[in-house]
């Protein structure tokens, strides 16, 4: 008879890396997230879960402590916040309408570069926030040029002064509508944050970001730091929206300075709402492509990632290393892909609120649910079970053709294992 699998040790010490997205916020923002959010998760699951004040580390790095009883077990985590929003705020560029011009600078890149096309085929809601804001962008100027071009025609062909003013009148109420509609896509479907960051990211790709890749330069010490913390029962790499692009890459380059790093078997890699086609795809992106095969070979099945098929930013359930294959034809294993299934976390009515708003769906994956689910931020980040192990038993998703058309981005790669 075989022996029976060797429980995993609880994790009773853990430091949490967190990478955050393309936001101006800081720490003060995702610590006092994470705290009332632990609270929520903590009444719905039966968690104990202490959030303790956020201090300062270095100026590169902000921490909090958290004591939490979970799954009638203690544990301590140190969440450690690796700061990079000082380095979005000095690339988000400012004013309505220089965004609106960066809005068609990085269309175009994508458009030539046969990123939209491949998004489109790979990931449909991926494609419409990408190309979204463009389309939006098109449309206000095509119908203010049909204003103007109608209040001219007007004047030229009657010559009477009543039409002249109906025309202007129009023009003037056309052009106020469709100002509020730039500013309801900027505000309320959040166009300005999203085309500002694939903007940030159309550079990323050229390798025209020195200050970004300084700051994870020094992430990625970081991580060996604390790596070579013995204390410490898991070392938890968490990185969400651009973050888990940013993340990926601490780890890679923590891989280039100590190739055993990651072998570590504390590591976990963890990635939350990730949108890697849209910089993976980009022909210049080779650095990026290789620094996934790293990581990716590294860490195997130590790499979760998680997407929502709802979830409008991200490319959801697309294995994070489909552009290695696809395009540079490395050899390169694969993250474990997962849905973390929010319509399990909520009742009809909540969920059917949640994707209604797009911005909130985004950062569902850091936020608590209305009921125990098998996703639980808070049982991840400050719970008594590894990553890998917490989810050891639940497949991954394999090719998952859901969202994809025309075959694919790739169409002659094919995973063998079924859909999870």
């Known amino acids: 008879m075989p022996d029976s699998p060797v429980p995993a040790p609880p994790v009773r010490r853990r430091r949490v890396l967190y990478v955050s997205g393309f936001d ?56 450690e916040f690796l ?3 000082d380095v979005v705020r000095a690339n988000w560029m400012p ?13 175009w890149r994508f458009a030539a570069s046969g990123v939209l096309w491949r998004m489109f085929k790979g990931s449909r809601s991926g494609f419409w926030v990408c190309f979204g804001p463009f389309a939006v ?29 109906v025309a202007g009148l129009l023009a003037i109420a056309g052009g106020w509508a469709l100002a509020r509609l730039s500013r309801t896509a900027e505000n309320e479907w959040f166009m300005g944050w999203v085309m500002r960051s694939y903007w940030f990211t159309s550079r990323q790709a050229r390798e025209d970001t020195p200050d970004l890749d300084a700051r994870l330069d020094a992430h990625a010490t970081y991580l060996l730091e604390a790596l070579a913390d013995r204390s410490v029962d898991e070392v ?6 651009s973050g888990a692009m940013m ?44 620094e996934i095969a790293i990581t990716a070979n590294a860490l195997g099945e130590r790499w979760l990632d998680f997407t929502a098929p709802a979830d409008r930013c991200c490319a959801a359930l697309v294995d994070p290393a ?16 997962l849905s973390p299934q929010f319509h399990q976390l909520f009742t009809p009515q909540g969920y059917a609120a949640l994707r209604r708003n797009l911005y909130e769906l985004h950062f569902q994956y850091l936020k608590a649910g209305e009921l125990p689910g098998a996703y639980d931020y808070f049982a991840i980040t400050a719970g008594p079970r590894t990553l890998a192990g917490r989810f050891a038993a639940q497949p991954g998703v394999r090719d998952w053709r859901g969202l994809q058309c025309l075959g694919g981005p790739f169409p002659h790669l094919r995973h063998t294992s079924a859909a999870g």
Not at 95 to 107: E, K, N, S
Not at 159 to 165: C, L, M
Not at 236 to 241: A, D, F, P, T
Not at 322 to 337: F, N, T
């Open 24 to 79: 101006p916020q800081g720490p003060a923002r995702y610590h006092r997230l994470y705290r009332e959010q632990a609270q929520a998760q903590a009444a719905v699951s039966g968690h104990r879960i202490e959030v303790g004040p956020r201090k300062r580390v270095s100026p590169q790095v902000d921490a909090w402590d958290i004591e939490a009883q979970i799954e009638g077990a203690t544990c301590h985590t140190r969440y």
């Open 83 to 85: 700061r990079w929003d």
């Open 95 to 107: 004013g309505h309408a220089r965004y609106l011009m960066a809005t068609l600078g990085a269309t």
């Open 137 to 165: 962008l098109l449309f206000i100027v095509a119908v203010a040029a049909l204003l103007a071009g109608g209040a001219l025609a007007a004047w030229r062909w009657t010559g009477a002064s009543t039409w002249t003013a």
């Open 236 to 241: 938890l790499l968490v990185g969400h929206s």
């Open 247 to 290: 993340a990926m890459i601490v780890a890679a380059r923590a891989a280039a300075r100590s190739p055993e790093a990651l072998q570590d078997p504390r590591f976990g890699l963890l990635t939350l709402g990730q949108c890697f086609p849209i910089l993976s795809f980009q022909p210049q992106a080779r650095r990026f492509r290789r």
């Open 322 to 337: 489909e552009a290695v294959l696809g395009m540079d034809g490395i050899e390169c294993a694969s993250p474990k892909v």
